[in-house]
Each structure stands twice: as C-alpha cells, then as structure tokens.
C-alpha cells in the first residue's frame, strides 16, 4: 500500500505586530522586498551583495528610516569584480 501523507495544520493567522515594522534577512541571494501581511512587517533581503557565488551582479537595497517610516527604497546593482 501507498504510505499516506498527514496533512500540515496552518497557524492560524496573526495580529500584527504593533513593534516590528522591518525585517532584515539575507543568505538566500534573491532580491526581495514584501510587505508580510500574517506577521505585520516589512521583510527585505538585499540580494547578493558579495563577490562570490553564482550571481553575475551585486545588489544592494538604501532606504530611508525616518521615525516610523520607512520610505525612498533603491534597488543598487553592481557588475562584479
């Protein structure tokens, strides 16, 4: 017979979070920024910024935090070195 598969119990959706406003991540190497609506912050991943690695171009993020805002978002690409 077939094994059967559980099914994944979600969890159930979460209140945002009223003092996290910016999440900062990397290690992946893919450039992202998204607004996560279950956790209530904004996640950014600034891509590859290192030399080595399969990416043929750095990238880098600059942005503006003033107070609680979180505003003039650049997206900088470098040819690697």
Known sequence: PAP???SQTSRP???????IRLFVCG???ILKVQYDRQWG?????P????????QT?????RFVIDKADIRDL?????EKR
Not at 47 to 54: F, L, N, P, R, V
Not at 57 to 61: K, N
Not at 74 to 78: H, P
């Open 4 to 6: 059967t598969r559980t």
């Open 13 to 19: 959706p979460r209140p945002p979070n009223r003092h």
């Open 27 to 29: 290690h992946s190497h």
């Open 41 to 45: 912050f904004l996640t950014m991943n």
């Open 47 to 54: 891509g590859a910024a290192g030399k080595q690695g399969w």
């Open 57 to 61: 171009v750095q990238t880098l993020l």
């Open 74 to 78: 650049e997206v900088i690409e470098l």
